[in-house]
């Protein structure tokens, strides 16, 4: 299986508009951007992975593991940003080897290697897709208070 064809991005605003750093935030002690990290480092080298912020904080985690960083402009870094904004604003002045790239959001803390592994199985075996994405039923629970 051939991991040249895949990148990864990782895209970790220092801001946001509802929980303060909220890619700084920790669960089972590691912030939601170093479990995504360590995560991708299961399946990729870390010269395949890129942490996009505008946070030093951020930034600093991913150079600890060696990865690409990617300083996120003002215009892609605000509250009205997207994700896809910053995604062009990294791949527009390259030339991207890659086939696939993988997003990996650190607010989706429960993404497993399986997963990832499955992904990446699927992008190999289906030649006429150009774009595969998750999704998941969300289950509504009464909650009384």
Not at 27 to 38: A, K
Request: aromatic share 6%; net charge negative; with cysteine.
């Amino acid at each position: 299986m051939c991991l040249d064809n895949f990148s990864v991005f990782i895209p970790a605003r220092g801001g946001s508009k509802s929980i303060k750093q909220k890619n700084l935030q920790k669960i089972d002690n590691l912030p939601l951007v170093e479990r995504s990290i360590q995560l991708a480092l299961k399946r990729f080298d870390p010269e395949r992975i890129v942490i996009s912020s505008d946070c030093e904080n951020i930034l600093n985690i991913g150079n600890n593991y060696n990865v690409e960083l990617h300083f996120r402009s003002e215009e892609t870094s605000g509250d009205s940003a997207t994700t896809e904004s910053a995604v062009r604003e990294y791949l527009l002045p390259k030339k991207l080897i890659s086939k696939w790239l993988i997003l990996i959001e650190p607010t989706s803390p429960f993404l497993s290697l399986s997963d990832l592994n499955k992904l990446v199985d699927l992008c190999n075996s289906n030649n006429d897709a150009s774009c595969i994405y998750s999704v998941s039923e969300i289950r509504h629970t009464k909650l009384e208070i």
